[in-house]
């Protein structure tokens, strides 16, 4: 079958399938045959595909996509820089379709995948070798020669070195053929090497050297190097130049030459009356040693339906998570003797990052935020709140969890947050507060006077306890504010003194001191008292 023939198979066969897979479909645990291609088929001299076979079609889809995404991180410097230390060998099959993309001008987008065939986990590899076979992904695509890739499989493994020597024959006839076609000129020099360590066939041997005096750029042509050593060195410095030749893009690119993806991102079931709010969150937040991995919202969707109408809006949300250098995390990392590709970092001391998780699920990535206008998250939610109908409520979702979901508002303004969250209506605003703070330095910090100064809350500080009880007496005060550090505290004395007046006034006590101080403030009616309290949930307690 020529090549054209091969490509409009293959075509034919992309048009008739309906089983594509994507993030949203649940093919976990289903086993079978799969074509993995990219969506633009003009080359001449390549079919993009690569057929594989999986007891999980879902987990292989999403393998496959991340590493894609992982090597669209890299700058072409760093990028080179793993491969002339062959840091993706027998993983190329990744680097055959990246280059592919990145010089055909694909997108993310175009990288797709469908069943060819549901079977047996007994019948995978049978059913594999036929499909390769027929399609020549070999050949034309990205698969590797079965002289490579068959070593891992049953049936190579009990074949005789006869049966294995005709498998070379007709495999390198077939190379002798398709010399020109797809990555074959890779292929051959991975399997086969430019050199020999020994003539043993001469007919296979005759076969590699016609196809190496094709290849061979060097003014000699010794294919065999009896030293063992020699002979193992030529044949790393063959791979790291066809890896160079044929394994890396010949367009110059920095960062993300692929772009992004465009998901759908799945909202819930929405009621009549409800928006929907989806936050797209940098990480999982996850813990190492002391440090928190710093889950940022990075993007927050909102829909909803009015009058029969979809009201869909996006906000780009500003962040520490994108713009940053990326590079592969195992390269250089000394203690690793087993190093796995595809593991992208930041900057060891840079917590924030866009997962690849997240990427995988949400489409999102730092090419999404270049040369484009910048939401802050206050903003942001503000405008979701003032845009929806006053009757609607929020329904929060996420590609993460609930719990992520609470540690990624920490920076979110509170008031903010209690509306998203339905706690408060949406037009409601603080009247009539004020607080009097009594000898202690209770927000005082820039965080928590910008917060009064946007609410318009007046605060007045009185640094003496007998001044400052005056002042409560004679003061109209929403909310008057003590710390007590230990049992013998002066301010105890004024805050009985002010609770057996039932002022209107609400006592609000921070206890910083030990079990006795608690047992005493206890005593004490009218009083509220809170136990080792942030800023932002103090103010929280105090104001809703």
Known sequence: MTFKDTKTLILDIIKCSSIEVTENTKFKKTSGIYMLYVNKFDDDRIVPIYVGQTVDIQKRYSTHIKEILALNRLTKEEYMTYQNDLFYNGRFKSCKIFKYMVDNESCLSDLKMIILNECEQSELEAVEDKYIKELKAEYFGFNQLESVSGQRKEYYQNMTDEEINQLMENELMNIENYLEYGYTKFNFTYAYGMVDSSKKNNLIHEHKNRIRDILN??????????????????????NIEAVKSFLVPMKEYNDFPLKSRKIYVPFPKLKKSECGVYFVISNTNRWYGNTSHCAEIMKVISMYTENGKVHLKEYLIENNSTNLHYFEKDFYRRMVFHKTPFQIATDWDYLYMISLSTEFKTGVNDYDYRDKDLWSLNDAISDVISKCPDLYSFKLCSNQS?????????????????????????????????????????????????LLKRYGIKLKRVNDFERGLQVALKGDFSHILFEVKRSNDKSIKVIRKLSERKLNSRIVVIDNGGKKTRSILNEIKHIEINYSITSKDFLKKLLL
Do not use: C, P, Q, W
Not at 217 to 224: A, M, Q, V
Not at 435 to 442: C, P, S, T, V
């Open 402 to 450: 609930k719990k992520v979901i609470d540690s990624s508002m920490l920076f979110l303004d509170f008031l903010l947050e209690e509306k998203i969250r339905n706690r408060v209506d949406k037009d409601f605003v603080f009247e009539g507060t004020s607080f009097l703070a009594i000898n202690n330095d209770l927000l005082k910090g820039s965080d928590s006077s910008k």
């Open 217 to 238: 750029t060097r003014n000699t042509r010794e294919y065999i190097v009896e030293d063992i050593h020699e002979y193992f060195k030529k044949r790393r410095e063959d």
